[in-house]
């Protein structure tokens, strides 16, 4: 089986990059990792990455502008052979051009139930609308924010006297176990 060549996108310190190069080291796993690109140089999932001897990738985009940064890295990714792009835990928004010159071969890990709390504090808000139980979503990323085809998701029971942080550490663990799995599948069509 050949594996399609996936590049993990981060902003900070990995921790589903993690869960998805562990689960690439799986003889069939469907995917393995080309390159992990970051917006933040000092990121440390990218020490991680580098010690565990995968390809990296850091510009930050300050200074430059976001065409200029967005071609940098839409080169590297390139050059490195991806096919798809696993966004995990990366910060900033693409632009449209960027989705559509990868359309259909973007994912994201997005700490909500989709549709519902799109962007931003999604566990507090979870919390403050009375939620029963909050999760998280895979999907595919398309220009509207957090709007594309939803293609797992994973629920986490809110319980009482929890804050966004205790959610977030329960929601984080079903990250993990998630996203690899929903990334193979997605690798495997």
């Known amino acids: 089986m050949a594996k399609r060549k996936v590049a993990i996108?981060?902003?900070?310190?990995?921790?589903?990059?993690?869960?998805l190069a562990k689960a690439a080291q799986a003889a069939d796993c469907s995917y393995e990792i080309a390159i992990v690109a970051s917006d933040r140089p000092d990121?440390?999932?990218l020490a991680?990455?580098?010690?565990?001897?995968?390809?990296t990738f850091a510009l930050s985009p300050k200074g430059i502008g976001k065409p200029a940064y967005e071609a940098a890295i839409d080169g590297a990714l390139r050059e490195a052979g991806a096919e798809v792009i696993a966004l995990a835990g990366y910060?900033?928004?693409?632009?449209?051009?960027?989705v559509a010159k990868w359309r259909g071969r973007i994912v994201n890990i997005h700490p909500s139930l989709l549709p519902k709390y799109k962007g931003l504090d999604t566990h507090g808000r979870a919390i403050e609308a009375g939620d029963a139980v909050a999760g998280c979503s895979v999907h595919v990323?398309?220009?509207?924010?957090?709007?594309?085809?939803?293609?797992?998701?994973?629920?986490?029971?809110?319980?009482?006297?929890?804050?966004?942080?205790?959610l977030a550490a329960r929601v984080l663990v079903e990250e993990h176990r998630l996203y690899p799995r929903v990334l193979a599948d997605f690798a495997a069509r």
Do not use: C, K, Y
């Open 43 to 45: 990121a440390a999932g």
């Open 91 to 98: 910060m900033r928004l693409l632009s449209d051009e960027f």
């Open 48 to 55: 991680w990455a580098r010690e565990h001897n995968l390809v």
């Open 141 to 166: 990323v398309t220009e509207e924010l957090d709007g594309g085809e939803v293609l797992g998701q994973a629920e986490v029971p809110i319980e009482p006297g929890d804050t966004a942080e205790t």
């Open 9 to 19: 996108l981060i902003s900070g310190r990995g921790s589903n990059m993690m869960a």
